[in-house]
């Protein structure tokens, strides 16, 4: 059983989009979602992350919506740049616990 | 840098023999995590440590698999007997408490040949 789903699996952007990535999850327990950033060969870096008590975060051009009430949450890249073409995962965990990750969605950014 | 540091980066094997992984933790992290992330999938947990003991372990750390983390500072992952459906991304990551974000190393990648 998948305990969080992404999508959409991949997504092609023009310079200056805005790509959207969607998540959800089946756990009411899980009190904490961040978003990772990855390159080939490169481990997951940490962009953003969000917990239940807030409906939106911004940090830069990254934003995360979250939805408590419909267990969605989003992220939203502002201003989309070539250098932003990457794997983007959401997550949630529970209690500090370890991390339960999405599939994973390929971003391309074309210029 | 002062970030999560993996060793091997790349590790090739014969299928059956042994490989042992090494993670050293952001300093003064007390907890430390290994994950297991195969090609287009997201990464999935396989154990986690506070300090030197081992709180949790996945369904998925079969009993090939040994972690450990003496003293609680750097952390391996031993595999015995590798099988091909082994070959994959080893990630580790550390973090500060059970609220803080955890920060990942740059894995080791086992390829079983």
């Known amino acids: 059983q998948q305990q969080v789903k992404q999508s959409p699996q991949s997504l092609i952007v023009q310079k200056g989009g805005i790509p959207i990535i969607n998540c959800a999850y089946e756990?009411?327990?899980?009190?904490?979602f961040p978003w990772y950033q990855q390159f080939p060969g490169k481990g997951p870096a940490l962009l953003i992350a969000?917990?239940?008590?807030?409906s939106e975060k911004k940090e830069g051009r990254f934003t995360i919506s979250f939805n408590k009430s419909a267990k969605q949450f989003s992220l939203h890249i502002m201003d989309s740049q070539p250098g932003d073409s990457a794997t983007y995962f959401c997550?949630?965990?529970?209690?500090?616990?370890?991390?339960?990750f999405g599939k994973g969605t390929t971003l391309s950014v074309s210029s | 840098d002062t970030g999560v540091s993996q060793n091997p980066r790349h590790k090739i094997t014969k299928r059956g023999q042994n490989v042992t992984f090494r993670c050293d933790p952001i300093?003064?992290?007390?907890?430390l995590y290994w994950y297991r992330q195969t090609l287009g999938q997201g990464p999935e947990f396989l154990t986690y440590?506070?300090?030197?003991?081992?709180?949790?372990k996945s369904r998925l750390l079969s009993d090939r698999f040994s972690a450990e983390r003496p003293k609680g500072s750097f952390s391996t992952l031993e595999i015995q007997r590798t099988e091909q459906g082994d070959s994959a991304m080893y990630l580790c990551?550390?973090?500060?408490?059970?609220?803080?974000?955890?920060?990942f190393g740059d894995g080791t990648r086992l390829s079983i040949l």
């Open positions: 990551a550390s973090t500060a408490g059970g609220q803080q974000p955890q920060h």
């Open positions: 756990n009411t327990a899980f009190d904490y």
């Open positions: 969000i917990r239940p008590d807030v």
């Open positions: 997550a949630a965990s529970e209690a500090g616990t370890a991390l339960i």
């Open positions: 300093s003064e992290h007390n907890r």
């Open positions: 440590f506070q300090n030197e003991a081992q709180l949790e």
